[in-house]
């Protein structure tokens, strides 16, 4: 079955550029969309179609996907950054619809 | 502004049934097909199930095939997932999401629902 691998943590400086990525195979014939999800709450959608934002989503969380890898950045990191990122994509041959494995990422 | 809402969840015991439900409004409800999505403990994100937006094609993930089944009610802007045969693994918060594309599904998940929690326990 379709599997998604994203590291378990990534840690960055306030201000600095955070980088998650998430791999899968064949991963540019598939549409990936991230989420962020912080203690408590509901994922929240921060990047839909490898590179759009939803509105009210920062322009510092932008994302790509080439090749075998999807890269969520998020730029100039503030601490409200501190969350769990999920990556998602549709597996249209099996119908299923699947996740990452979540990184957290730590502000220093 | 979309609201989804989720209700039924409570402690059950091993083998039981439990039925959740999902109240949605602020969209065209009938045009849009919708996601329950779990969270064990700790855990990462686990997809459950799909509904197309005519309540004619669904979905499940491996591990609940066969023990859930969701449903739809566009007259009453619901969302269902009845649960059998629950088992400790089915512990979770469970969430009701909409998905983006427009009578059709394979789009994101545009919207989630706060979530309702499910205990499996003796």
């Known amino acids: 079955s379709y599997v998604l691998t994203q590291p378990p943590s990534v840690s960055v400086a306030p201000g600095k550029t955070a980088s998650i990525s998430c791999g899968g195979q064949k991963f540019a014939s598939k549409t990936v969309h991230w989420y962020q999800q912080k203690p408590g709450q509901a994922p929240v959608l921060v990047v839909y179609g490898d590179s759009d934002r939803p509105s009210g989503i920062p322009e510092r969380f932008s994302g790509s996907n080439s090749g075998n890898t999807a890269t969520l950045s998020v730029s100039r990191v503030e601490a409200g950054d501190e969350a769990d990122y999920y990556c998602?994509?549709?597996?249209?041959?099996?119908?299923?619809?699947?996740f990452g494995g979540g990184t957290k990422l730590t502000v220093l | 502004q979309v609201h989804l809402v989720e209700s039924g969840g409570g402690v059950v015991q091993p083998g039981r049934s439990l039925r959740l439900s999902c109240a949605a409004s602020?969209?065209?409800?009938?045009?849009?097909?919708l996601h329950w999505v779990r969270q064990s403990p700790g855990k990462g994100l686990e997809w459950v199930a799909v509904?197309?937006?005519?309540?004619?094609?669904?979905f499940y993930g491996d591990t609940v095939k066969g023990r859930f089944t969701i449903s739809r009610d566009n007259s009453q802007n619901s969302l269902d997932l009845q649960m059998n045969s629950l088992g400790a693994e089915d512990t979770a918060v469970y969430f009701c999401v909409k998905d983006s594309s427009l009578l059709w599904f394979g789009g994101h998940m545009e919207v989630w629902g706060k979530g309702t929690t499910v205990t499996v326990s003796s």
């Open positions: 998602q994509v549709w597996d249209s041959r099996s119908d299923h619809w699947l």
């Open positions: 602020g969209f065209t409800f009938g045009a849009y097909a």
């Open positions: 509904i197309s937006y005519d309540g004619k094609n669904k």
